[in-house]
C-alpha cells in the first residue's frame, strides 16, 4: 500500500512544502515536539518552510489554534506557498474542516503524517496489511473529508428512492475491509503466539527503544544479522528475530522490533500486536537510548507509555545507552541510567560490545529473566 500524501499524480515523489503548527501548554518546550514533527515530515519526503506554535492551555475545539492564530497561519501560508499545514496533535474532523476552509490549503494532523509515514516504509504483506488497517480506522469517519462527490447519487432508477449516497458506498466497503484485514492479522497473531509457545525453554531477547536509537544497528552487532539501517525514523516495521549463542553455547533468541514515538497513534499500536508479540513475551527487554539525543528523557517518556499501554511496563528490562561514540562529556549519562541494570554501549563503533555480551550470558547462565533492579556482575 502506498502513501499519497507526498505524491505527484503520476505516483513520483515531489518536495512538498509544509508548515508545521501546534497548540503547546505553556510549560511546555517547543523545540522538542517540533524537532520531532520536523523530523517526520522530512522522512515522508515533505520541506518544512515554517513553523507556527500557540501557548494555550487547550486547542481551541473548533479550530485547534485560536482564531487569530489562524489568521496569522493564512497568511504566512500565502506568503509562503505552502502545500501542506501539519498540526503536532490529533484533530477531530471539526476541526480539519474549519481549518482547512479557514486556510485554503490541505491540512492533516501528527497521527495522519505517521501513518503515511508508515505505509511508505511497509515493505512485507504482514506490514502492509497492519497499516492500511490503522489508516482505514483513523480514516472513515473522516471520508466526508476526503471525498468532493459525497453528494453524487448512486444506483439504479427505482431502487432506494433517488438512490444510495457514495458516502455510505465507501463506508460499506471500509467496513467490509476493515473486516478482512483484522480477520487476517488475527491469523497472523495467532500463529505468532503458536511459534513464542514452541519456543519454550529458550531464553528471548526483544530490542525495543524510540525510533532511530540504533536498535536494528545493535541487533546487527550482536546476532552478525543484515538488518536495514538508515539515518530516519521507522526504518523496521517487521521484528526480526535470530539466534545468538552465549557462553557455553547456549541459544538465546534476540528479537529487533517497531521503533517507538512521542503520540503514537493508539491505531498503529493496536494493529501492529501481531508484530509486537515477540516484545510481549519476551523474556528480557533491552531498552535502547540514544544517550547523544538532544532530548532523551522525553524519549524514555514516550517509551514508558507504549509499554503501558502494551501491558509490558513490569516487564524485566535493562537500559542499554547507545551512541556514547558521539558524546564529549559523558557524565550527563548518570541520569538516563534509572534505577536497574544500565550498560553504555556504540553499536556503531563496539565499545562497551564485549561488556553487554558477557551480562547477558551472565543472564542466560541464570536460567531466569533478571529482574529490574538486580544487575548482573560487570553492568551498572
Not at 71 to 90: F, K, S, T
Not at 123 to 148: F, G, S
Request: glycine residues 8%; charged residues 30%; positive net charge.
Amino acid at each position: 500500500m502506498q502513501s499519497d500524501m507526498f505524491d505527484t499524480p503520476r505516483g513520483r515523489f515531489r518536495t512538498e512544502r509544509v508548515i508545521l503548527a501546534g497548540a503547546l501548554p505553556r510549560e511546555r518546550d517547543v523545540e522538542t515536539p517540533m524537532k520531532e514533527l520536523a523530523d517526520l515530515v522530512a522522512s515522508a519526503c515533505g520541506k518544512v518552510i515554517g513553523t507556527m506554535t500557540q501557548s494555550r492551555p487547550h486547542p481551541d475545539p473548533r479550530t485547534y489554534l485560536g482564531k487569530g492564530k489562524i489568521r496569522e497561519l493564512r497568511d504566512l501560508a500565502e506568503n509562503c506557498d505552502a502545500d501542506l499545514i501539519v498540526m503536532d496533535d490529533d484533530l477531530t474532523p471539526v476541526q480539519v474542516r474549519n481549518i482547512e476552509a479557514a486556510l485554503e490549503r490541505r491540512v492533516i494532523d501528527r497521527s495522519e503524517l505517521i501513518l503515511h509515514l508508515f505505509a511508505l516504509r511497509a515493505r512485507t504483506r504482514q506490514a502492509q496489511d497492519q497499516v492500511e488497517l490503522a489508516l482505514l480506522e483513523y480514516l472513515r469517519p473522516r471520508l466526508r473529508r476526503m471525498w468532493t462527490h459525497l453528494e453524487r447519487i448512486d444506483g439504479p432508477i427505482g431502487m432506494r428512492g433517488p438512490g444510495e449516497k457514495q458516502i455510505e458506498t465507501d463506508r460499506r466497503l471500509a467496513d467490509r475491509r476493515i473486516k478482512d484485514l483484522r480477520d487476517r492479522i488475527g491469523k497472523i497473531q495467532d500463529r505468532r503466539k503458536r511459534e513464542v509457545a514452541s519456543r519454550e525453554g529458550i531464553p528471548s531477547i526483544s530490542l525495543i527503544g524510540y525510533t532511530n536509537a540504533g536498535k536494528t544497528s545493535l541487533w546487527n552487532r550482536l546476532t552478525r544479522g543484515d538488518g536495514l539501517v538508515e539515518d530516519r525514523p521507522f526504518s523496521t516495521l517487521d521484528t526480526r528475530t535470530k539466534r545468538w549463542y552465549a557462553e557455553a553455547g547456549r541459544p538465546v533468541l534476540v528479537s529487533d522490533t517497531v521503533g517507538f514515538i512521542r503520540k503514537l497513534p493508539h491505531r498503529l499500536i493496536a494493529s501492529f500486536q501481531a508484530t509486537l508479540e515477540e516484545t510481549l513475551h519476551a523474556d528480557l527487554l533491552l531498552h535502547v537510548v540514544d544517550a547523544a539525543s538532544p532530548h532523551p528523557e522525553a524519549d524514555l517518556d514516550a517509551v514508558e507509555k507504549v509499554l503501558q499501554e502494551l501491558g509490558c511496563a513490569e516487564h524485566p528490562r535493562w537500559r542499554i545507552l547507545n551512541k556514547i561514540d558521539r558524546l564529549t562529556d559523558r557524565s550527563p549519562l548518570a541520569l538516563l541510567r534509572g534505577p536497574g541494570t544500565a550498560l553504555e554501549i556504540s553499536a556503531r563503533t563496539g565499545e562497551g560490545g564485549d561488556a553487554l555480551r558477557q551480562a547477558l550470558s551472565d543472564w542466560a547462565s541464570a536460567g531466569r529473566p533478571a529482574r529490574a533492579g538486580k544487575a548482573p556482575d560487570g553492568a551498572s
